[in-house]
T-cell receptor
Framework: AAGVIQSPRHLIKEKRETATLKCYPIPRHDTVYWYQQGPGQDPQFLISFYEKMQSDKGSIPDRFSAQQFSDYHSELNMSSLELGDSALYFC?????????????FGNGTRLTVT | KQEVTQIPAALSVPEGENLVLNCSFT??????LQWFRQDPGKGLTSLLLIQSSQREQTSGRLNASLDKSSGRSTLYIAASQPGDSATYLCAVMKGTDKLIFGTGTRLQVFP
């Protein structure tokens, strides 16, 4: 079965650089979520999109922005990178936002900021 | 503010044992509760989802229960296997989009 695809798998950037992470949801899934998981921590919600519109926002820094495109894929843009941005970034998708729709996570993008 | 706690933090058992992992949350106004498995450096795999109106869900050797009034959920793993070794995360859905995760239970099943 098709899963959530994230690219790249690994990314190394220097401080103050920018990074773009991509997410391709499971076909026919209309909701995309972004989570950040720091070393040894639980995932933290960043932002979500439903039908290409921002749906909810969590602890996402102003330096980050995201969008969902017409083909439902999503991109997380990160600017002025800081050392503390080093983390595993997960994208997840669901078929709708119903209470019986589990989130399906990708394998994540590991971002290292040096 | 919703807080999710999981105990134990780590568990090491011999193969074949039945296990209970515990999850507690402070705000009973949840949309649903989900259990995930995470292997080291990998993504999260959805195991079970319990809607707020449900009491339990079963999938194979896994059974999850939900008691919203007391703010508790348990994940029962029957006849554990070495392949079950992973970190198990409980997460409650706040609103329709925001999952709030517990810190996980790191499980090791040895042959």
């Amino acid at each position: 079965a098709a899963g959530v695809i994230q690219s790249p798998r690994h990314l190394i950037k220097e401080k103050r650089e920018t990074a773009t992470l991509k997410c391709y949801p499971i076909p026919r899934h209309d909701t995309v979520y972004w989570y950040q998981q720091g070393p040894g921590q639980d995932p933290q919600f960043l932002i979500s999109f439903y039908e290409k519109m921002q749906s909810d926002k969590g602890s996402i820094p102003d330096r980050f922005s995201a969008q969902q495109f017409s083909d439902y894929h999503s991109e997380l843009n990160m600017s002025s990178l800081e050392l503390g941005d080093s983390a595993l970034y997960f994208c997840a998708s669901s078929v709708n936002r119903g209470d019986n729709s589990p989130l399906h996570f990708g394998n994540g993008t590991r971002l290292t900021v040096t | 503010k919703q807080e999710v706690t999981q105990i134990p933090a780590a568990l090491s058992v011999p193969e074949g044992e039945n296990l209970v992992l515990n999850c507690s949350f402070t705000d009973s106004a949840i949309y649903n509760l989900q259990w995930f498995r995470q292997d080291p450096g990998k993504g999260l795999t959805s195991l079970l989802l319990i809607q707020s109106s449900q009491r339990e869900q079963t999938s194979g050797r896994l059974n999850a229960s939900l008691d919203k009034s007391s703010g508790r959920s348990t994940l029962y793993i029957a006849a554990s296997q070495p392949g079950d070794s992973a970190t198990y995360l409980c997460a409650v859905m706040k609103g329709t989009d925001k999952l709030i995760f517990g810190t996980g239970t790191r499980l090791q099943v040895f042959p």
